[in-house]
T-cell receptor
Framework: KAGVTQTPRYLIKTRGQQVTLSCSPI?????VSWYQQTPGQGLQFLFE???????NKGNFPGRFSGRQFSNSRSEMNVSTLELGDSALYLC????????????FGPGTRLTVT | SQELEQSPQSLIVQEGKNLTINCTSSKTLYGLYWYKQKYGEGLIFLMMLQKGGEEKSHEKITAKLDEKKQQSSLHITASQPSHAGIYLC?????????????FGKGTLLTVNP
């Protein structure tokens, strides 16, 4: 079974631009969560989607948004990029039965210049 | 305040030595997840613990959750260079239904041959 995939793996953007990251969950997994990882703050929860609906949201500004499609694939978007948005963005997928193991993708490394 | 404390922050051991990493929560742990991360890459799922007193092992790695469900330990027996990496504990503090994990800052493990 293929793991969680994320595209692109690396991205360089300029301040003020916007960016869209993509995540394909493990087949059969319907919950997708997004996390931001930085050296200073560590891993922080952004939001979680299930059945095309955002069920949970972390403490991030409205510039961070996401969506989920009917095939469970998910995208996150960051608008008006700031230097502080430079981070490794990780998505994780899991089954909807609780408790459930979360499996992470390889991440997208975003650099904002 | 930090809800999940990991100790030590870093650890250097000689190959063949045993080691333990601890993870302490200020809240009840409904689920405790251990992951391993190579720098800049995704998280590799190791184990999930749910019940007080639960213990799981995989190859040379054993994880335990205490009876009060507020502390977990990860023990590696006869460490090898392949064990090197960042170990992260992630906690479900909200009842196992919303797939939002809070992570510790991680423990950087170096294994010298």
């Amino acid at each position: 079974k293929a793991g969680v995939t994320q595209t692109p793996r690396y991205l360089i953007k300029t301040r003020g631009q916007q960016v869209t990251l993509s995540c394909s969950p493990i087949s059969g997994h319907r919950s997708v969560s997004w996390y931001q990882q930085t050296p200073g703050q560590g891993l922080q929860f952004l939001f979680e989607y299930f059945s095309e609906t955002q069920r949970n949201k972390g403490n991030f500004p409205g510039r961070f948004s996401g969506r989920q499609f009917s095939n469970s694939r998910s995208e996150m978007n960051v608008s008006t990029l700031e230097l502080g948005d430079s981070a490794l963005y990780l998505c994780a997928s899991s089954l909807v039965t609780s408790p459930s193991e979360q499996y992470f993708g390889p991440g997208t490394r975003l650099t904002v210049t | 305040s930090q809800e999940l404390e990991q100790s030590p922050q870093s650890l250097i051991v000689q190959e063949g030595k045993n080691l333990t990493i601890n993870c302490t929560s200020s809240k009840t742990l409904y689920g405790l997840y251990w992951y391993k991360q190579k720098y800049g890459e995704g998280l590799i799922f190791l184990m999930m613990l749910q019940k007080g007193g639960e213990e799981k092992s995989h190859e040379k790695i054993t994880a335990k959750l205490d009876e009060k469900k507020q502390q977990s330990s990860l023990h590696i027996t006869a460490s090898q260079p392949s064990h090197a990496g960042i170990y992260l504990c992630g906690a479900d503090n909200s009842g196992g239904s919303n797939y939002k994990l809070t992570f510790g800052k991680g423990t950087l493990l170096t294994v010298n041959p």
